[in-house]
């Protein structure tokens, strides 16, 4: 079940969620509008071959910070990382769910290419995935609305909240951009296959 204005205001003052800063002009009827903070990443295919599934991506991204009163210009067909201005968390009986808005979409900006998901039990900066889907550059402004997330209610608590051990819980508590970690899927054996063939 999706929580209404009411709900996400009662669920952060019993602690179940977290919004950091909060402000109520941003909370829409079911959700609560996010802001663009001031880091980018940005690959460097002028030093990168190719981006293997099973190896670390540390080092293929350029970190960029756009001073006060700057912009980001994201060009047609390109892909960045960006980060959220506030920290968003849930307990271990709901979920967070990342959407685009309605007018950045129409301009042909993606907010997250598949990754829009705040597992139970974490709480952290999320991290979007931005791409350029239409034919003009689009310049974006650190503090602008870019996101909302909405907040459901799980059927019954989770057993295991994200961070607990054995989860792999790779972006657990973040507070920068993380590039993947992708290659912390695989196992060794699968790397020796790999190396073998």
């Known amino acids: 079940m999706i929580l209404s204005d009411r709900d996400i205001k009662e669920k952060l003052k019993g602690g179940e969620i977290v919004i950091q800063p909060f402000s109520e002009d941003d909370l829409q009827p079911a959700s609560y509008d996010l802001h663009l903070d001031n880091e980018f990443r940005i690959y460097k295919p002028y030093e990168t071959e190719v981006i293997d599934t099973k190896k670390p991506v540390a080092g293929f991204m350029e970190e960029i910070i756009i001073p006060n009163g700057g912009n ?72 602008m609305k870019i996101a909302q997330i ?17 989860l792999n819980s790779k972006y657990f508590g973040a507070e920068k951009i993380q590039e993947s970690m992708m290659h912390l899927n695989f196992k060794p054996e699968d790397n020796d296959k790999v190396n073998n063939s």
């Open 72 to 143: 980001f210009v994201l060009h047609p067909g390109s892909f960045a990382l960006a980060l959220i201005k506030e920290k968003t968390g849930v307990d271990g009986k709901h979920v967070g769910r990342l959407e685009g808005k309605s007018s950045l979409a129409r301009l042909g900006l993606l907010i997250h290419t598949t990754a829009g998901f705040l597992d139970s039990g974490n709480c952290l900066r999320l991290t979007l995935e931005l791409f350029n889907a239409s034919p003009l550059p689009i310049k974006l402004y650190p503090g």
């Open 150 to 166: 909405a907040f459901e209610t799980l059927s019954s608590e989770c057993e295991r909240p994200y961070g607990t051990n054995g």
